[in-house]
């Protein structure tokens, strides 16, 4: 028999499963993979499989299961319906028994490590709102929260790295993966091979300022889900530098489809996005913080506007992408 290999975790019916349970299904009973949640990649048993999102990065497509005794199929969870707010603490349950929160502030991540009841980190450069929101919320909610201060010249640095590794090379998915390289950083650093995340709140709410005025909100919300498969290769391939990965609660299946019963137009009301979430929210961090509106990862972090910086010290003054496009060129020997 191969030896299994698992990135991530998998549940079952709501329970998490060990090593031995998971090689006990594959060797008896490989069908109930098909069933199985959580967020994986696993290799063994002359079987492959991923979970339902793609949550994990891994060699074969999300959501199938492939062995080589012939056996194939799609991975859907089997999970009943729950109310939003059970499916989220349901969803950060399974997810907290080890690992450290991304806090950033904002509602997202706040409710997520409120729940979660773990360590957090945040970071930024020197005097960032994403520093200052964090540690407000943690000294709020009573979290331990380590603050990192990136050092300027470690963006510098650490470009090129992250340039290689993305597959999309512009300021915005840039910027997000230069954040995201300190976080997972720090994480792999000081030992914590999981990292819990806030993401995927936007696209399933509708947390970004552009929802507020679109006239096809549905539409919009129903495209920026099926983004988020490229923004997972994103994050991932990058986390995966430092020996980690990022946990996302709100990719649960049980939340996705709670969030998929309400209408688009609660999710975002007259100037007030994201308000299901915000309300449930609110229960638990208090009003201060659900409600508080906090600007994107990359621009909280001081890192898009340092992006920007370096890009004229080095003679692009209009262009970031000419930048970015020049230390590609560079990296790649052109």
């Not at 999970?79 to 939003?84: A, S, T």
């Not at 679109?214 to 498969?229: I, K, M, Q, Y």
Request: with cysteine; aromatic share 6%; glycine share 10%.
């Amino acid at each position: 028999m191969s030896e299994l290999e698992l990135a991530g975790w998998i549940e079952l019916d709501g329970v998490r499963l060990t090593l031995a349970d998971i090689e006990t299904i594959l060797d008896e009973r490989p069908a109930d993979m098909l069933r199985c949640g959580g967020e994986f990649y696993l290799a063994g048993r002359g079987c492959r499989a991923r979970d339902h999102f793609g949550v994990i990065q891994g060699d074969c497509p999300k959501g199938t299961i492939t062995c080589e005794k012939g056996s194939t199929g799609v991975i859907t969870p089997i999970i009943k319906d729950m109310p939003l707010e059970e499916s989220i603490v349901t969803a950060v349950r399974l997810r907290s028994d080890e690992g450290v929160t991304a806090l950033s502030g904002g509602v997202d991540s706040t409710l997520v490590a409120r729940l979660a009841g773990r360590e957090c980190m945040a970071v930024g450069l020197e005097g960032s709102h994403d520093l200052r929101q964090a540690k407000f919320a943690a000294d709020k909610l009573n979290l331990t929260c380590t603050l990192v201060e990136i050092p300027r010249s470690d963006i510098e640095d650490a470009l090129p790295v992250v340039l290689v590794t993305i597959p999309k090379k512009d300021p915005v998915n840039t910027g997000i993966a230069l954040t995201q390289y300190f976080i997972t950083r720090w994480a792999g650093e000081n030992g914590y091979n999981r990292i819990i995340t806030g993401q995927a709140a936007d696209e399933i709410f509708g947390g970004y300022s552009r929802y507020l005025e679109t006239e096809t909100l549905e539409e919009d919300l129903v495209r920026d889900f099926a983004g988020l498969e490229q923004q997972a290769e994103r994050d991932q391939s990058i986390a995966a530098l430092h020996g980690t990965y990022l946990s996302m609660p709100y990719l649960d299946m049980r939340v996705v489809r709670a969030a998929r019963k309400i209408p688009a137009a609660e999710k975002v009301q007259g100037k007030r996005r994201k308000v299901p979430l915000r309300t449930v929210a609110e229960r638990f961090i208090g009003p201060e913080l659900a409600w508080y509106e906090k600007k994107a990862m990359q621009y909280g972090s001081g890192v898009a506007k340092e992006l920007s910086s370096l890009a004229r010290k080095n003679g692009y003054k209009t262009s970031v992408q000419d930048y970015i496009d020049h230390i590609s060129r560079v990296e790649h020997g052109h």
